[in-house]
Protein backbone atom coordinates (compact mmCIF):
# COMPACT_ATOMS: atom_id res chain seq x y z
CA UNK A 1 0.00 0.00 0.00
CA UNK A 2 2.58 2.50 -1.00
CA UNK A 3 2.28 6.07 0.19
CA UNK A 4 2.52 7.76 -3.32
CA UNK A 5 0.14 5.05 -4.71
CA UNK A 6 -2.87 6.39 -6.89
CA UNK A 7 -3.39 9.71 -9.22
CA UNK A 8 -5.97 11.57 -8.30
CA UNK A 9 -9.26 10.99 -9.66
CA UNK A 10 -10.14 12.69 -12.63
CA UNK A 11 -7.18 13.18 -14.28
CA UNK A 12 -7.31 15.16 -17.18
CA UNK A 13 -5.61 15.06 -20.41
CA UNK A 14 -2.61 17.18 -21.94
CA UNK A 15 -3.30 19.36 -24.43
CA UNK A 16 -2.82 18.25 -28.25
CA UNK A 17 -2.82 19.80 -31.58
CA UNK A 18 -5.78 19.41 -33.81
CA UNK A 19 -5.79 16.88 -36.19
CA UNK A 20 -8.77 18.29 -39.16
CA UNK A 21 -11.81 19.53 -38.32
CA UNK A 22 -13.49 19.59 -35.07
CA UNK A 23 -16.15 16.50 -34.21
CA UNK A 24 -16.90 17.78 -30.65
CA UNK A 25 -20.86 18.19 -29.99
CA UNK A 26 -22.01 16.29 -33.24
CA UNK A 27 -23.88 13.45 -32.60
CA UNK A 28 -24.44 10.12 -33.27
CA UNK A 29 -27.01 7.15 -33.46
CA UNK A 30 -25.15 3.97 -31.97
CA UNK A 31 -25.09 0.68 -31.12
CA UNK A 32 -22.51 0.37 -28.04
CA UNK A 33 -20.27 -2.60 -28.17
CA UNK A 34 -18.41 -4.02 -24.94
CA UNK A 35 -16.51 -2.46 -22.15
CA UNK A 36 -13.26 -1.16 -22.20
CA UNK A 37 -10.34 -0.63 -19.59
CA UNK A 38 -11.15 2.69 -17.90
CA UNK A 39 -15.16 2.67 -17.51
CA UNK A 40 -15.46 3.35 -21.28
CA UNK A 41 -17.98 1.71 -23.90
CA UNK A 42 -16.79 0.85 -27.62
CA UNK A 43 -18.95 2.20 -30.37
CA UNK A 44 -17.91 2.34 -34.14
CA UNK A 45 -19.31 6.11 -35.62
CA UNK A 46 -20.14 5.97 -39.61
CA UNK A 47 -18.51 9.03 -41.22
CA UNK A 48 -20.38 11.34 -44.51
CA UNK A 49 -19.89 8.99 -47.47
CA UNK A 50 -18.68 10.49 -50.61
CA UNK A 51 -16.04 12.70 -48.93
CA UNK A 52 -12.25 12.81 -47.93
CA UNK A 53 -13.43 11.89 -44.67
CA UNK A 54 -15.49 9.27 -45.52
CA UNK A 55 -15.11 6.00 -43.28
CA UNK A 56 -15.71 5.20 -39.10
CA UNK A 57 -14.12 5.79 -36.40
CA UNK A 58 -14.36 3.93 -33.17
CA UNK A 59 -15.81 5.63 -30.23
CA UNK A 60 -15.30 5.38 -26.39
CA UNK A 61 -18.27 6.34 -24.73
CA UNK A 62 -19.04 7.04 -21.37
CA UNK A 63 -22.58 6.67 -19.21
CA UNK A 64 -23.52 3.43 -21.59
CA UNK A 65 -23.83 -0.12 -21.44
CA UNK A 66 -23.33 -3.27 -23.82
CA UNK A 67 -25.94 -3.49 -26.76
CA UNK A 68 -27.52 -0.60 -25.84
CA UNK A 69 -28.71 1.86 -28.49
CA UNK A 70 -27.62 5.25 -28.05
CA UNK A 71 -27.13 8.89 -28.89
CA UNK A 72 -23.46 9.75 -28.44
CA UNK A 73 -22.25 13.17 -28.74
CA UNK A 74 -18.74 13.89 -29.14
CA UNK A 75 -16.91 15.08 -26.61
CA UNK A 76 -13.31 14.92 -28.19
CA UNK A 77 -12.08 14.13 -31.06
CA UNK A 78 -11.35 15.49 -34.82
CA UNK A 79 -11.05 14.16 -38.63
CA UNK A 80 -7.67 13.12 -38.09
CA UNK A 81 -7.83 11.25 -34.62
CA UNK A 82 -7.79 7.55 -34.54
CA UNK A 83 -10.61 7.43 -32.12
CA UNK A 84 -12.90 9.64 -30.19
CA UNK A 85 -14.46 10.30 -26.54
CA UNK A 86 -18.23 10.63 -26.44
CA UNK A 87 -21.20 10.66 -24.13
CA UNK A 88 -24.30 8.90 -23.77
CA UNK A 89 -27.13 11.97 -23.82
CA UNK A 90 -29.70 9.87 -25.11
CA UNK A 91 -30.77 6.01 -24.38
CA UNK A 92 -33.18 4.91 -27.15
CA UNK A 93 -32.85 1.05 -26.24
CA UNK A 94 -31.58 0.47 -22.64
CA UNK A 95 -29.86 -2.12 -20.91
CA UNK A 96 -31.61 -4.31 -18.33
CA UNK A 97 -28.57 -3.62 -15.93
CA UNK A 98 -29.08 0.11 -16.80
CA UNK A 99 -30.76 2.38 -13.70
CA UNK A 100 -31.43 5.90 -12.28
CA UNK A 101 -28.19 6.92 -11.03
CA UNK A 102 -28.70 7.59 -7.11
CA UNK A 103 -26.70 10.83 -7.43
CA UNK A 104 -28.51 13.88 -9.14
CA UNK A 105 -24.35 15.06 -10.15
CA UNK A 106 -23.28 11.64 -11.89
CA UNK A 107 -23.94 11.60 -16.00
CA UNK A 108 -23.64 13.12 -19.17
CA UNK A 109 -21.40 16.69 -18.84
CA UNK A 110 -21.64 16.45 -15.02
CA UNK A 111 -18.91 15.40 -11.94
CA UNK A 112 -16.32 13.07 -13.51
CA UNK A 113 -15.54 11.28 -10.12
CA UNK A 114 -18.44 7.93 -10.99
CA UNK A 115 -18.14 6.33 -14.18
CA UNK A 116 -20.85 3.30 -13.65
CA UNK A 117 -23.26 4.76 -11.13
CA UNK A 118 -26.17 3.92 -14.30
CA UNK A 119 -25.07 0.59 -13.43
CA UNK A 120 -26.97 -1.86 -11.39
CA UNK A 121 -23.90 -3.05 -9.08
CA UNK A 122 -24.29 -6.34 -9.66
CA UNK A 123 -23.71 -5.72 -13.24
CA UNK A 124 -20.67 -3.30 -12.19
CA UNK A 125 -19.12 -6.10 -10.49
CA UNK A 126 -19.55 -8.17 -14.22
CA UNK A 127 -18.05 -5.69 -16.09
CA UNK A 128 -15.44 -5.45 -13.78
CA UNK A 129 -15.00 -8.97 -14.07
CA UNK A 130 -14.87 -8.38 -17.89
CA UNK A 131 -12.40 -6.03 -18.15
CA UNK A 132 -10.05 -8.31 -15.88
CA UNK A 133 -10.26 -11.40 -17.90
CA UNK A 134 -9.52 -9.35 -21.28
CA UNK A 135 -6.91 -7.65 -20.30
CA UNK A 136 -5.34 -10.96 -18.68
CA UNK A 137 -6.05 -12.56 -22.30
CA UNK A 138 -4.61 -9.77 -24.31
CA UNK A 139 -1.45 -8.40 -22.37
CA UNK A 140 -1.10 -11.52 -20.02
CA UNK A 141 -1.46 -13.90 -22.79
CA UNK A 142 -3.78 -16.65 -20.22
CA UNK A 143 -6.02 -18.82 -22.58
CA UNK A 144 -9.80 -17.57 -22.08
CA UNK A 145 -10.54 -20.97 -20.87
CA UNK A 146 -8.69 -20.70 -18.16
CA UNK A 147 -10.68 -21.69 -15.22
CA UNK A 148 -9.02 -18.79 -12.81
CA UNK A 149 -10.84 -16.64 -15.32
CA UNK A 150 -14.06 -18.24 -16.24
CA UNK A 151 -14.30 -18.40 -12.86
CA UNK A 152 -13.77 -14.79 -11.63
CA UNK A 153 -15.99 -12.70 -10.39
CA UNK A 154 -15.47 -9.38 -8.61
CA UNK A 155 -16.45 -9.28 -4.90
CA UNK A 156 -18.11 -7.19 -2.36
CA UNK A 157 -15.93 -6.10 0.72
CA UNK A 158 -17.31 -5.89 3.99
CA UNK A 159 -19.10 -2.34 4.91
CA UNK A 160 -20.10 -1.74 1.70
CA UNK A 161 -23.84 -0.79 1.88
CA UNK A 162 -25.25 0.09 -1.66
CA UNK A 163 -22.10 0.78 -3.38
CA UNK A 164 -22.37 4.30 -1.40
CA UNK A 165 -21.15 6.46 1.25
CA UNK A 166 -17.77 4.26 1.79
CA UNK A 167 -14.91 7.10 0.63
CA UNK A 168 -13.50 7.28 4.13
CA UNK A 169 -11.07 10.13 2.53
CA UNK A 170 -12.53 12.71 0.32
CA UNK A 171 -10.92 16.16 -1.82
CA UNK A 172 -13.48 18.69 -3.13
CA UNK A 173 -12.27 21.78 -5.22
CA UNK A 174 -13.63 25.53 -4.63
CA UNK A 175 -16.60 26.20 -6.54
CA UNK A 176 -17.19 29.09 -8.74
CA UNK A 177 -19.29 31.52 -6.67
CA UNK A 178 -18.53 29.56 -2.83
CA UNK A 179 -18.84 26.11 -2.04
CA UNK A 180 -17.29 22.77 -2.94
CA UNK A 181 -17.30 21.08 -6.10
CA UNK A 182 -15.64 18.38 -8.21
CA UNK A 183 -14.34 18.44 -12.49
CA UNK A 184 -15.98 17.55 -15.00
CA UNK A 185 -14.07 14.46 -16.43
CA UNK A 186 -11.19 15.00 -18.32
CA UNK A 187 -11.69 19.33 -17.85
CA UNK A 188 -10.87 21.61 -15.06
CA UNK A 189 -14.61 23.08 -15.17
CA UNK A 190 -15.95 22.31 -12.05
CA UNK A 191 -19.28 21.05 -10.73
CA UNK A 192 -20.83 22.22 -7.61
CA UNK A 193 -21.59 19.26 -5.91
CA UNK A 194 -23.43 19.76 -2.24
CA UNK A 195 -23.33 16.12 -1.08
CA UNK A 196 -20.79 13.44 -2.90
CA UNK A 197 -22.64 10.08 -2.28
CA UNK A 198 -19.65 7.83 -2.38
CA UNK A 199 -18.24 9.81 0.36
CA UNK A 200 -18.61 8.58 3.68
CA UNK A 201 -20.38 11.29 5.95
CA UNK A 202 -17.34 11.93 8.20
CA UNK A 203 -14.87 11.75 5.37
CA UNK A 204 -11.99 13.59 6.02
CA UNK A 205 -10.07 15.37 3.34
CA UNK A 206 -6.23 15.55 2.81
CA UNK A 207 -4.15 17.52 5.23
CA UNK A 208 -0.95 17.69 7.74
CA UNK A 209 -1.08 15.17 10.48
CA UNK A 210 -1.62 11.54 11.23
CA UNK A 211 -4.74 9.40 12.06
CA UNK A 212 -4.78 6.08 13.79
CA UNK A 213 -6.44 2.99 11.84
CA UNK A 214 -7.29 -0.18 12.93
CA UNK A 215 -7.23 -3.15 11.11
CA UNK A 216 -9.13 -6.61 12.12
CA UNK A 217 -8.59 -9.62 10.44
CA UNK A 218 -9.55 -12.60 11.32
CA UNK A 219 -9.51 -11.63 14.96
CA UNK A 220 -6.26 -10.12 15.24
CA UNK A 221 -6.08 -6.75 15.10
CA UNK A 222 -3.48 -3.79 14.54
CA UNK A 223 -3.12 0.03 14.40
CA UNK A 224 -1.50 1.86 12.02
CA UNK A 225 -0.49 5.58 11.99
CA UNK A 226 -1.19 6.83 8.84
CA UNK A 227 -0.25 10.43 7.42
CA UNK A 228 -3.73 12.04 6.56
CA UNK A 229 -2.10 12.92 2.97
CA UNK A 230 -1.06 10.18 2.54
CA UNK A 231 -1.89 6.85 1.18
CA UNK A 232 -4.58 4.44 2.77
CA UNK A 233 -7.24 2.55 1.57
CA UNK A 234 -10.52 4.47 1.34
CA UNK A 235 -12.95 1.77 1.46
CA UNK A 236 -13.15 0.41 5.11
CA UNK A 237 -13.30 -3.21 4.02
CA UNK A 238 -10.39 -2.69 1.95
CA UNK A 239 -7.83 -3.36 4.43
CA UNK A 240 -9.46 -6.73 5.93
CA UNK A 241 -9.96 -8.18 2.38
CA UNK A 242 -7.04 -7.42 1.35
CA UNK A 243 -4.99 -9.00 3.99
CA UNK A 244 -6.98 -11.99 4.03
CA UNK A 245 -6.58 -12.45 0.41
CA UNK A 246 -2.68 -12.13 0.68
CA UNK A 247 -2.00 -14.09 3.57
CA UNK A 248 -4.30 -17.11 2.10
CA UNK A 249 -2.03 -16.46 -1.04
CA UNK A 250 1.05 -16.80 0.81
CA UNK A 251 0.68 -19.11 3.84
CA UNK A 252 3.23 -17.68 5.11
CA UNK A 253 4.72 -20.05 7.93
CA UNK A 254 7.43 -19.45 11.07
CA UNK A 255 10.90 -18.91 10.07
CA UNK A 256 9.99 -17.93 6.23
CA UNK A 257 12.09 -14.39 4.92
CA UNK A 258 9.26 -12.49 3.22
CA UNK A 259 9.77 -9.24 1.45
CA UNK A 260 6.80 -6.27 1.58
CA UNK A 261 7.43 -4.02 -1.21
CA UNK A 262 6.07 -0.74 -2.05
CA UNK A 263 4.81 -1.52 1.71
CA UNK A 264 3.24 1.81 2.76
CA UNK A 265 2.87 2.29 6.22
CA UNK A 266 3.22 -1.63 7.21
CA UNK A 267 0.07 -3.00 6.49
CA UNK A 268 1.15 -6.80 4.88
CA UNK A 269 4.23 -6.64 7.03
CA UNK A 270 2.72 -6.07 10.29
CA UNK A 271 0.32 -9.29 9.55
CA UNK A 272 3.54 -11.26 7.44
CA UNK A 273 5.57 -10.82 11.28
CA UNK A 274 2.62 -12.44 12.99
CA UNK A 275 3.05 -15.38 10.62
CA UNK A 276 7.11 -15.52 9.78
CA UNK A 277 7.23 -15.03 14.37
CA UNK A 278 10.48 -14.10 15.94
CA UNK A 279 12.83 -16.68 13.73
CA UNK A 280 11.63 -15.48 10.66
CA UNK A 281 12.02 -11.86 9.29
CA UNK A 282 10.07 -8.87 6.74
CA UNK A 283 11.71 -6.26 4.98
CA UNK A 284 9.36 -3.32 3.55
CA UNK A 285 10.48 -1.17 1.49
CA UNK A 286 8.60 1.88 0.33
CA UNK A 287 8.90 4.98 -1.27
CA UNK A 288 7.53 7.68 0.39
CA UNK A 289 9.98 8.31 3.66
CA UNK A 290 7.08 9.83 5.64
CA UNK A 291 5.55 6.38 5.32
CA UNK A 292 8.36 4.21 5.77
CA UNK A 293 9.10 6.15 8.93
CA UNK A 294 5.85 5.18 10.04
CA UNK A 295 6.27 1.51 9.03
CA UNK A 296 9.28 1.39 11.82
CA UNK A 297 7.10 2.60 14.46
CA UNK A 298 3.89 0.54 12.97
CA UNK A 299 6.13 -2.63 12.55
CA UNK A 300 9.24 -2.58 15.16
CA UNK A 301 10.21 -6.35 14.02
CA UNK A 302 10.05 -5.58 10.57
CA UNK A 303 13.35 -3.78 8.57
CA UNK A 304 11.80 -0.56 7.11
CA UNK A 305 14.05 0.84 4.52
CA UNK A 306 12.82 4.21 3.04
CA UNK A 307 13.79 4.40 -0.91
CA UNK A 308 13.05 3.71 -4.68
CA UNK A 309 11.90 -0.22 -4.96
CA UNK A 310 14.44 -1.01 -7.79
CA UNK A 311 17.08 0.94 -5.69
CA UNK A 312 16.73 -0.97 -2.94
CA UNK A 313 16.27 -4.18 -4.41
CA UNK A 314 19.69 -3.78 -6.59
CA UNK A 315 21.47 -2.70 -3.07
CA UNK A 316 20.00 -5.81 -1.40
CA UNK A 317 22.38 -7.63 -3.55
CA UNK A 318 21.83 -11.34 -3.91
CA UNK A 319 19.35 -11.90 -0.54
CA UNK A 320 17.32 -13.99 -0.89
CA UNK A 321 13.42 -14.45 0.21
CA UNK A 322 10.45 -17.17 0.55
CA UNK A 323 7.92 -14.80 -0.25
CA UNK A 324 6.98 -11.27 -1.64
CA UNK A 325 4.26 -9.06 -1.36
CA UNK A 326 4.07 -6.52 -4.52
CA UNK A 327 1.67 -3.62 -4.15
CA UNK A 328 2.65 -1.19 -6.98
CA UNK A 329 1.46 1.89 -7.96
CA UNK A 330 -1.29 1.89 -11.27
CA UNK A 331 1.49 1.70 -13.71
CA UNK A 332 2.59 -1.72 -12.23
CA UNK A 333 5.89 -3.01 -10.83
CA UNK A 334 7.26 -3.33 -14.58
CA UNK A 335 10.30 -5.40 -15.74
CA UNK A 336 13.31 -3.87 -14.39
CA UNK A 337 11.38 -4.48 -10.90
CA UNK A 338 9.45 -8.05 -11.91
CA UNK A 339 13.40 -9.41 -12.56
CA UNK A 340 15.09 -8.13 -9.58
CA UNK A 341 12.03 -10.01 -7.52
CA UNK A 342 12.32 -13.90 -9.24
CA UNK A 343 15.97 -12.87 -9.01
CA UNK A 344 16.08 -13.56 -5.07
CA UNK A 345 13.85 -16.51 -6.05
CA UNK A 346 10.71 -16.64 -3.48
CA UNK A 347 8.22 -19.79 -3.42
CA UNK A 348 5.53 -17.42 -4.03
CA UNK A 349 4.68 -13.90 -5.05
CA UNK A 350 1.16 -12.38 -4.01
CA UNK A 351 0.77 -9.32 -6.63
CA UNK A 352 -2.05 -6.82 -5.23
CA UNK A 353 -2.58 -4.34 -8.47
CA UNK A 354 -5.26 -1.69 -8.67
CA UNK A 355 -5.37 -1.72 -12.86
CA UNK A 356 -5.44 -4.83 -14.91
CA UNK A 357 -3.81 -3.34 -17.59
CA UNK A 358 -0.84 -3.33 -15.47
CA UNK A 359 -1.05 -6.66 -13.73
CA UNK A 360 -1.80 -8.48 -16.73
CA UNK A 361 1.68 -6.91 -18.24
CA UNK A 362 3.90 -8.31 -15.33
CA UNK A 363 1.90 -11.78 -15.25
CA UNK A 364 3.88 -11.80 -18.59
CA UNK A 365 7.49 -10.75 -17.63
CA UNK A 366 6.90 -13.29 -14.49
CA UNK A 367 5.54 -15.91 -16.98
CA UNK A 368 9.42 -15.42 -18.69
CA UNK A 369 10.98 -16.39 -15.40
CA UNK A 370 8.84 -19.29 -14.56
CA UNK A 371 6.68 -18.13 -12.49
CA UNK A 372 2.69 -19.09 -13.25
CA UNK A 373 -0.53 -17.55 -12.41
CA UNK A 374 -1.63 -19.66 -9.42
CA UNK A 375 -4.72 -18.07 -8.08
CA UNK A 376 -6.47 -15.00 -8.59
CA UNK A 377 -9.04 -12.92 -6.84
CA UNK A 378 -10.84 -9.72 -7.40
CA UNK A 379 -12.87 -6.95 -5.29
CA UNK A 380 -15.07 -3.96 -5.50
CA UNK A 381 -13.14 -1.58 -3.71
CA UNK A 382 -14.13 1.02 -5.20
CA UNK A 383 -17.92 0.89 -6.42
CA UNK A 384 -19.75 3.17 -8.73
CA UNK A 385 -16.25 3.78 -10.56
CA UNK A 386 -14.30 1.46 -13.17
CA UNK A 387 -11.88 0.63 -10.40
CA UNK A 388 -10.71 -2.57 -9.55
CA UNK A 389 -8.62 -3.96 -7.05
CA UNK A 390 -6.82 -7.85 -8.01
CA UNK A 391 -4.63 -10.32 -5.70
CA UNK A 392 -3.13 -12.76 -7.96
CA UNK A 393 -0.48 -15.67 -6.62
CA UNK A 394 2.44 -16.44 -8.93
CA UNK A 395 3.90 -19.78 -7.68
CA UNK A 396 7.44 -20.54 -9.23
CA UNK A 397 6.63 -23.29 -11.01
CA UNK A 398 10.35 -25.32 -10.96
Given at each position: ???????P?????????????????????????????G??F?????????????????V????????????V??????????F?????V??L???????????P??G????G????????L??????K?????????????????????T?????????????????????????????????????????P?DD????????R?????T???????????????????G???V??G??????????????????D??????A??????A??????????????????R??S?????????????????G??????????F???????????????????????????V?????????????????????????????????????????????E???
Amino acid sequence: MSGTRRPPRGRRPRPKAAKGESYVGRRFEVEVGPVAHGGHFVARVQIEAGTSKEGSRVVFVRHALPGEQVVVEITEGTAGDRFWRGDAVSVLEESPERVVPPCPYAGPGLCGGCDLQHVSLSGQRDLKATVLREQLVRLGGLDAADPLLTALVVEAVPGDVDGLRWRTRQRYVAAPGGGRGMRKYRSHEVIPVDDCLIAAVDAREPAPGTVVERVDVGGVAHTFEVATDGFWQVHPGAPEALVSAVLAALSPAPGDSALDLYAGVGLFSAYLADRVGPFGKVVAVEGDRTASALTASNVPSAEAIAGDVGTVLADLGERSFDLVVLDPPREGARRAVVEAVVARTPRKVAYVACDPAALARDVAIFAEHGYRLRSLRAFDLFPMTHHVEAVALLERTD
